[in-house]
């Protein structure tokens, strides 16, 4: 097939350079710079309910169908930064070490897709 190449095993770098880039996927999770290039991304480079970072508006969206949904954006009343910590139950961070940070946690259900 023209454009394609069989792959039978894992893929490793073989040098010190990115094995992908998150523009060459379908879904998941990707960070861009404007919303210019998040509405740019090519219909089959989408997938319902992936993730894009923007990082001009410190926003993560969430793909919804047809529609781009604001998920998190990163900031607090008094204009400080805090981290968003995403993920399933299993690996959510125990309470203990939760405590005092200044940290969003969102917990997926069932986990990425």
């Known amino acids: 097939m023209p454009g394609y190449v069989n792959i039978q095993g894992e893929l490793k770098a073989n040098g010190d350079f990115a094995l992908s880039d998150d523009g060459q996927h379908r879904g998941g999770f990707r960070a861009v710079k404007t919303l210019s290039e998040r509405n740019a991304i090519l219909p089959d480079r989408q997938k319902n309910g992936m993730f894009v970072y923007v990082t001009d508006t410190d926003t993560l969206y969430r793909l919804d169908n047809t529609e781009w949904k604001v998920a998190v954006t990163v900031a607090t009343a008094s204009g400080e930064s805090m981290k968003v910590w995403i993920g399933d139950a299993a690996n959510l ?3 203990s070490s939760r405590a005092g940070t200044k940290t969003l946690y969102i917990v ?5 897709s």
């Open 93 to 95: 961070p125990s309470s």
């Open 108 to 112: 997926l259900e069932n986990g990425f």
